[in-house]
């Protein structure tokens, strides 16, 4: 079973729809989460970090479920500008900075 | 932009060289993980540098080398490339090493292994 695993996609959905992700870790001593957004051909960059509390960034929702070992990312209202893959990631497995990417979730919005 | 850089931008090597990758943080950051993403996939954990010392090491072989300077700039050096090395070398910075700190990533460098 691979440590962090994410619907590959594509999801192509119009301007405007609601889309969600989904991603499950196996090692529960992971410590901390995050979504990472990348574009094409260029590097990875912070979306949000993933409480157990769940968070909330304007039109994106993260939630945890750690007994479950479950992250969900949630878009409303999709832009054009939203298209991107969209990396789930967990940290601190070993007690070191050692982030673990899934194989990222690939979004396509559409006019 | 991340303040993070990488040089080069591209390489080309063939199978059995050796090549050296460059990457400086963003400043006030002390800690540089290097990532290796290959094509249609995640980045993987290579190795991570804090103050100067190896602080973690994913699942690559020891032809998979690293450092850290005082300026806490950092090297990746790969022996013996193979064709599968081909890849998106990424680094990142981050302040302290913390498992909820960002990590800031630079632009990569693409190797490409003939």
């Known amino acids: 079973r691979k440590e962090v695993e994410q619907d590959p996609g594509p999801f192509n959905v119009p301007e405007g729809a609601t889309v969600a992700f989904n991603c499950t870790y196996s090692n529960s001593a992971s410590q901390s989460f995050f979504w990472y957004r990348q574009d094409c051909r260029k590097e990875p960059k912070l979306l949000m970090s993933v409480y157990s509390s769940g968070n909330e960034d304007g039109r994106f929702t993260a939630q945890l479920n750690r007994a479950s070992q479950y992250i969900s990312l949630l878009i409303r209202d999709s832009k054009l500008s939203d298209s991107a893959t969209y990396l789930c990631v967990v940290n601190g497995i070993s007690n070191n900075n050692d982030m673990r990417f899934g194989a990222g979730t690939r979004l396509t919005v559409k006019p | 932009e991340t303040g993070v850089t990488q040089s080069p931008t591209h390489l080309i090597k063939t199978r059995g060289q050796q090549v050296t990758l460059r990457c400086s943080s963003q400043s006030g950051h002390n800690t540089v993980s290097w990532y290796q993403q290959a094509l249609g996939q995640g980045p993987q954990f290579i190795f991570q540098y804090y103050r100067e010392e190896e602080n973690g090491r994913g699942n690559f072989p020891p032809r998979f080398s690293g450092l850290q300077f005082p300026n806490y700039s950092s090297e990746l050096n790969v022996n013996a490339l193979e064709l599968d090395d081909s890849a998106l070398y990424l680094c990142?910075?981050?302040?302290?090493?913390?498992?909820?700190?960002?990590?800031?990533f630079g632009p990569g460098t693409r190797l490409t292994v003939l």
């Open positions: 990142a910075s981050s302040t302290s090493g913390g498992v909820w700190d960002e990590q800031f």
